[in-house]
C-alpha cells in the first residue's frame, strides 16, 4: 500500500512536467487496465521518460517477479 501511494505521486509530480491528460492515462491503465492496456501504456512511459527516471519507475509498475523489479532498480541505482 505504501508503494502504491508513492508511484502515485510520482505520477502526479509528473504531470507538471509532462502532458497531464497523459500521464494521468498512463497511470490508470496501469493501475485498473488489462494486461495488454497496461503494456501498452508501459511502453509509452519508455518513449516518454528519460533513461534514469525510466529506470526507477518501470521495475514499481510493471508486471515482473518481485526479485526481478528489485534486481532492476538495483541495477537503475548505480547508473547516479
Same mark, same amino acid.
Given at each position: 500500500?505504501?508503494?502504491? @501511494?508513492?508511484?502515485? $505521486?510520482?505520477? /502526479?509530480?509528473?504531470?507538471? *512536467?509532462?502532458?497531464?491528460? /497523459?500521464? %494521468?492515462?498512463?497511470?490508470?491503465? @496501469?493501475?485498473?487496465?488489462? +494486461?495488454?492496456?497496461?503494456?501498452? +501504456? %508501459?511502453? +509509452?512511459? #519508455?518513449?516518454?521518460? /528519460?533513461? #534514469?527516471?525510466?529506470?526507477?519507475? %518501470?521495475?514499481? *509498475?510493471? #508486471?515482473?517477479?518481485?526479485?526481478?523489479?528489485?534486481? $532492476?532498480?538495483?541495477?537503475?541505482?548505480?547508473?547516479?
Amino acid at each position: 500500500a505504501v508503494l502504491s @501511494i508513492r508511484v502515485k $505521486r510520482v505520477f /502526479d509530480l509528473m504531470t507538471l *512536467v509532462y502532458p497531464r491528460e /497523459d500521464v %494521468i492515462n498512463v497511470y490508470q491503465n @496501469i493501475l485498473m487496465g488489462t +494486461s495488454r492496456t497496461a503494456g501498452s +501504456s %508501459i511502453e +509509452s512511459l #519508455e518513449v516518454l521518460l /528519460d533513461r #534514469e527516471l525510466k529506470g526507477l519507475l %518501470i521495475p514499481l *509498475v510493471d #508486471e515482473l517477479p518481485l526479485e526481478e523489479r528489485a534486481q $532492476r532498480l538495483r541495477k537503475s541505482m548505480r547508473l547516479k
